[in-house]
């Protein structure tokens, strides 16, 4: 049985959110092949994630042990670490992903938990995990340099040791005359066939 951990990071409203509309499906298609994993839904907005402030640092590099699972401010490290899976959830800001996703990073972000240092450089934590990547985008951002939302996450789960990463992304979102209802559905065919192998 595994633990699948759904970050959902849109500021639009569930039946708004095209990215939620196929990441939602992938998560419905998910549950009927996997009925007994555990699904943890963790909706950044709802959860009022907030930036770091200088007095949180001191326990995000403290010590990690029984007693700092207890601790508010590396709870969302704990149960990053302890899943299995991942479904990401967020569309494109401003070529990059929301700032909450961002802030949310920096939580989970925890040396002891995430990665290690050690005297050849850090070392992921969180090996042999899986994630996707569900993005709608404004543009087509698909090879474009100006993308750096699925690049950073690439980037940062590759840190902590998640390399297994797919991406569905709706491109041309916001493009006059776009068949948008066309690319949803074609993503959400995408996201079903991905969620028989996730």
Known sequence: MSKVLYIKADI????????????????EEYKKNNPKDEVIVLDLYEEGIDFLRPDDLGKLFGPKDEE????????????????????IAAPMWNLSIPAILKAYIDYISVTGIAFKYTAEGPVGL??????????A??????????????????????????????????ENMDVIG?????????????????????
Request: net charge positive; hydrophobic share 35%; no cysteine.
């Open 68 to 87: 700092s699972k207890n601790n508010p401010i590396l709870k969302y490290a704990y149960q990053f670490a302890e899943a299995d899976k991942y479904i």
């Open 178 to 198: 776009a068949d948008v209802q066309g690319k949803i559905n074609e993503a959400i065919k995408r996201a079903s066939l991905l969620s028989e192998n996730f």
């Open 126 to 135: 969180l090996k042999d995990k899986r994630a996707v990547y569900v993005v």
């Open 137 to 170: 985008r404004g543009g087509d951002y698909t090879n474009s340099p100006y993308e750096m939302g699925e690049r950073y996450l690439r980037t940062i789960l590759g840190f902590f040791g998640i390399t297994d990463i797919e991406t569905i992304s709706l």
């Open 12 to 27: 639009k409203n569930e039946g708004e959110s095209r990215t939620f509309k196929v990441s939602d499906k992938f998560l």
